[in-house]
């Protein structure tokens, strides 16, 4: 094939390719997107199939090992799982350290950072050993972590992990339950986030994966690598937007419920107002994500006898913006954070905890992807080029004659 390596050497040239959107770094086996025909599949799956009949868990093992487990895998990594989710004693104390209003994302960064100061058996990317405790670890411990985030947020003591709980029952526990009220969780609640998880599961080249693998390319240990990836994140294009969608609402709320008024500013670019839980890089017909998800927001809030307004204001906007020349022309649909605020909102989660709640789904894709490229033979650091736009060449002047 074209060799773009050889035709640099020879005439200098490199490619500018703006956000990366038309610039295959990796080679992988692991997720398949048709953003055209608005396809998803793990490992072949359609997401459609695993939302309705998997668990997360059997996703996470599907994801990390290439197929789904047996019965007796699935309860073998279960278990194992099962036996490392409490937190180091002295882990508990970074949390006194942070800031009460500190946000749940910048907790769980540096949390999950520390963890390679607690294991230093992760430093070597090469030992299978290593590379596979760590992943248990980091499966087993993101749940506690995101919990004592948010116990930290609302001043509460931690609650620690129950092992006869499955993996997002005792998340909710740990959540939720209080020294006077232990939380029982809802069983429609708890299927409902299962699903969740399992549809932010992974999303091939997106930027917080294409960060675990920059990072995880000079040879960083898991935790580190995974850290960088949570902060990726973080922002409001990437992660961060199912929270800057719920502020989004809860203005238009504030302002009388003025869709129409919303609608023209984000079409004017009014401050640079964009209507956030719209577009996507990839998706150019509908995101299948989206589709599950709006349907899962009715069901949720109905089963919980809860009406939201913003579900309300939600359904204007979408119904607004479909039939809109400037989102119609610019291929813009609502995206997988369009809809799941409004759930986590239903089940009780405050919206500085919905993009650790997108962390939480998206870890095994993360670490999938950095097993894969870890794995790979003759795998490079990963190093773009640049178009240098600067000075060519002057002389330094000493400071006495500037
Ligand atoms: N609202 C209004 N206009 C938009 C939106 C939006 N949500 N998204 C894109 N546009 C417009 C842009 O202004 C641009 O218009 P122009 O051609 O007149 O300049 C055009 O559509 C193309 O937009 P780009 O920014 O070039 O598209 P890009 O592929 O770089 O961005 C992104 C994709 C970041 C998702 C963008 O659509 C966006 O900002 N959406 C809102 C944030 C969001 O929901 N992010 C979550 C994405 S899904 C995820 O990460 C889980």
Known sequence: GFDIGKLRAET?????????????????????????????????????????????????????????????????????????????????????????????????????????????????????????????????????????AYKKSVGHPVVYPSNELGYVENFLRMTFSVPAEEYIPDPVVVAALDKLLILHADHEQNCSTSTVRLVGSSQANLFASISAGINALWGPLHGGANQAVLEMLEQIQASGGDVDTFIRKVKDKEDGVRLMGFGHRVYKSFDPRAKIIKEAAHDVLSALGKSDELLDIALALEERALNDDYFVSRNLYPNVDFYTGLIYRAMGFPNSMFTVLFALGRLPGWVAQWHEMIKEPGSRIGRPRQVYTGVVERDYIPVEQR
């Not at 294991?119 to 995101?146: C, G, M, V, W």
Request: aromatic share 10%.
């Open 12 to 148: 200098g040239l490199v490619t500018l390719d703006s956000g990366y959107g038309n610039t295959a770094a990796y080679k992988s086996g692991v997720t398949y997107l048709d953003g055209e025909q608005g396809i998803l599949r793990y490992r072949g799956y359609p997401i459609e199939q695993l939302a309705e009949h998997g668990t997360f868990l059997e996703t996470a093992y599907l994801l990390i090992n290439g197929e789904l487990p047996s019965a007796d895998e699935l309860s073998g990594f279960r278990s194992e799982i099962t036996q490392h989710t409490l937190l180091h004693e002295d882990v508990k104390r970074f949390y006194d350290g942070f800031p009460r209003d500190a946000h749940p994302m910048a907790m769980l960064s540096s949390v999950v950072s520390a963890l390679s100061t607690f294991y230093q058996d992760s430093h070597n990317p090469f030992d299978e050993r290593q590379r596979h405790i760590s992943t248990i670890r980091l499966l087993a411990k993101l749940p506690t972590i995101a919990a004592y």
